[in-house]
Nanobody
Framework: QVQLVESGGGLVQAGGSLRLSCAASGRTFSTYTMGWFRQAPGKEREFVAA????????QYADSVKGRFTISRDNAKNMVYLQMNGLKPEDTAVYYCASDRVARRLVLTRRTQDYDYWGQGTQVTVSS
């Protein structure tokens, strides 16, 4: 049974930092791209960041580039999202997700390309 469990969300003031964690189990996640997405109230779920299954390869949404960093520890089946310089517009539920295709050659930002999702963790940034 594949499971993704996020943690680390919370309430933070603008300019602050948070580190989200995602614990993965039930699959050889080292061979799958892992991504972070977010969904604000009344908006569609959107791509935030992805990290490829091999040692290199990251992608970021333009809105978070330079502020957020995605990393992974394949030995521990963990994925992280370090968020610095948080803004009120970053307020959303953040989801960890696993690509549906193993060893995909090109990172994908499309939600339909991810088949397993966590339950989400709330991030609220106050102004």
């Amino acid at each position: 049974q594949v499971q993704l469990v996020e943690s680390g969300g919370g309430l933070v003031q603008a300019g602050g930092s948070l580190r989200l964690s995602c614990a993965a189990s039930g699959r050889t996640f080292s061979t799958y791209t892992m991504g972070w997405f977010r969904q604000a109230p009344g908006k569609e779920r959107e791509f935030v960041a992805a990290r490829g299954w091999n040692t290199g390869g990251t992608q970021y949404a333009d809105s978070v580039k330079g502020r957020f960093t995605i990393s992974r520890d394949n030995a521990k089946n963990m994925v992280y999202l370090q968020m610095n310089g948080l803004k009120p517009e970053d307020t959303a539920v953040y989801y960890c997700a696993s690509d549906r295709v193993a060893r995909r050659l090109v990172l994908t930002r499309r939600t339909q390309d991810y088949d397993y999702w966590g339950q989400g963790t709330q991030v609220t940034v106050s102004s």
